[in-house]
């Protein structure tokens, strides 16, 4: 589903580098805290944010699961495979940022954490 927030193109313009930024981690709260004016960076903090979150919770996941023999192995492996998947969302985040869009993530950029 695509995002339907309506987006100054000044704003997206002025902010395409913090929304850029979003992408790279915990450097999600950059945006968050340096453009609380701009919906565009804000929109790209969020989704860095789920994004990160996601990444956080996978490698912990595969954390456990590598220390249980033969099953928990195969399941860490497959998480880490998964963990691949995060890349191309990050960098097609960036591309949106850089375009001045706002585009959802698939399947976890419906997800609203930051206001």
């Known amino acids: 589903m695509e995002e339907k927030l309506s987006i100054d193109p000044k704003d997206a313009q002025d902010n395409k580098l913090l929304g850029i930024l979003a992408y790279f981690n915990l450097l999600f709260l ?5 453009a609380k004016e701009s919906p565009f960076a804000q929109f790209h903090a969020n989704q860095g944010c789920v994004l990160c979150i996601v990444e956080i919770a996978t490698m912990i996941l595969i ?3 590598a220390y249980i023999p033969i099953i928990g192995w195969l399941i860490a492996i497959l998480l880490y495979l998964l963990s691949i998947v995060f890349v ?3 960098i097609l985040g960036i591309i949106n940022a850089a375009k001045g869009e706002v585009k959802e993530l698939p399947i ?4 609203r954490i930051l206001k």
């Open 30 to 34: 950059v945006p968050y805290f340096a």
């Open 63 to 65: 954390r456990v699961f």
């Open 108 to 111: 976890i950029g419906k997800y």
């Open 88 to 90: 191309v969302f990050a």
